[in-house]
């Protein structure tokens, strides 16, 4: 009865662990829906997708976690099994979209990102089209960044009127006519600096996923147990 219980307890902590990385894939989802929405004009649509992609990832996985942790507490080998077989699904999928992305398309990807977001920040700072404006000062207000590739940009930006200036979201302290003084201003381009808040965030997921798929192995393991357990308890009773 008590090695019962320990495989119990086990798998409601690792498939609690589970639920909660469920839950943070759809709060960095919705958190970088938005982000990634104010990055549409540098990045293009594709980061929007992915983080719809958590979202989804995230309600499957506590919808998974839920059916788990009641077969768990009604002692149901069917529900566990069903759980147990989408768990296996779900690592497998995991290896086998991971293992195609980096093998197959992660340079190629990166490399297409790169020269977007440089081609699309340039041309966004060199029109500086009034549909587009809102969005760039928000982003360098954002990344405390100025420009394109750094700040004398503005100075040939054809949508700028003040060529000896750049916009007041430039700014370290952002305050009315700041933009004048070059002593105020963020000097470096907000090309890079859009790439380095992409990485951070992709580390970040990263790590969220390989400790999804770290507790979906333990989750499996001793789901297994557990449904042996049950099984083993229920032929007891009946004897």
């Given at each position: 009865?008590?090695?019962?219980?320990?495989?119990?307890?086990?798998f409601?902590?690792?498939?609690?662990?589970f639920?909660?990385?469920?839950i943070?894939?759809?709060?960095?989802?919705?958190?970088q829906?938005?982000?990634?929405s104010?990055f549409?004009?540098?990045?293009?649509?594709?980061?929007?997708?992915?983080?719809i992609?958590?979202?989804?990832?995230?309600?499957?996985?506590?919808?998974?976690?839920?059916?788990?942790?009641i077969g768990?507490?009604?002692?149901?080998?069917?529900?566990?099994?069903?759980?147990?077989?989408?768990?296996?699904?779900?690592?497998?999928?995991?290896?086998?979209?991971?293992?195609?992305?980096y093998?197959?398309?992660?340079r190629?990807?990166l490399?297409?990102?790169?020269?977007?977001i440089?081609?699309?920040?340039?041309?966004?700072?060199?029109?500086?089209?009034?549909?587009?404006?809102?969005?760039?000062?928000?982003?360098?207000?954002?990344?405390?960044?100025?420009?394109?590739?750094?700040?004398?940009?503005?100075y040939?930006?054809?949508?700028?009127?003040k060529?000896d200036?750049?916009?007041?979201?430039?700014?370290?302290?952002?305050?009315?006519?700041?933009?004048?003084q070059?002593?105020?201003?963020?000097?470096?381009?907000?090309?890079?600096?859009?790439?380095?808040?992409?990485l951070?965030?992709?580390?970040?997921?990263?790590?969220?996923?390989?400790?999804?798929?770290?507790?979906?192995?333990?989750?499996?393991?001793?789901?297994?147990?557990?449904?042996l357990?049950?099984?083993?308890?229920?032929?007891?009773?009946?004897?």
């Open positions: 009865m008590c090695k019962f219980c320990s495989f119990k307890c086990l409601v902590f690792f498939n609690t662990l639920l909660i990385s469920g943070a894939l759809m709060v960095i989802g919705v958190l829906h938005s982000t990634y104010q549409g004009n540098f990045t293009g649509s594709s980061l929007s997708k992915i983080s992609v958590l979202i989804v990832v995230g309600v499957s996985i506590v919808l998974v976690s839920l059916l788990g942790h768990a507490f009604m002692e149901n080998t069917s529900m566990l099994g069903s759980f147990i077989c989408i768990l296996i699904v779900i690592l497998l999928l995991e290896l086998l979209t991971g293992g195609a992305f093998i197959l398309h992660s190629t990807a490399l297409k990102m790169n020269s977007d440089n081609t699309k920040t340039r041309e966004a700072i060199y029109k500086y089209d009034p549909e587009n404006r809102d969005p760039v000062n928000r982003i360098q207000e954002k990344l405390s960044c100025c420009g394109a590739d750094t700040y004398t940009d503005w040939r930006s054809g949508g700028w009127a060529q200036a750049v916009p007041d979201s430039c700014c370290v302290v952002k305050k009315p006519g700041c933009g004048q070059k002593e105020e201003i963020n000097k470096k381009g907000c090309s890079m600096a859009i790439k380095l808040f992409l951070k965030n992709i580390v970040w997921v990263g790590a969220v996923c390989i400790g999804l798929g770290i507790t979906a192995v333990f989750g499996v393991l001793v789901g297994i147990c557990l449904c357990n049950i099984k083993r308890k229920n032929y007891q009773n009946l004897d």
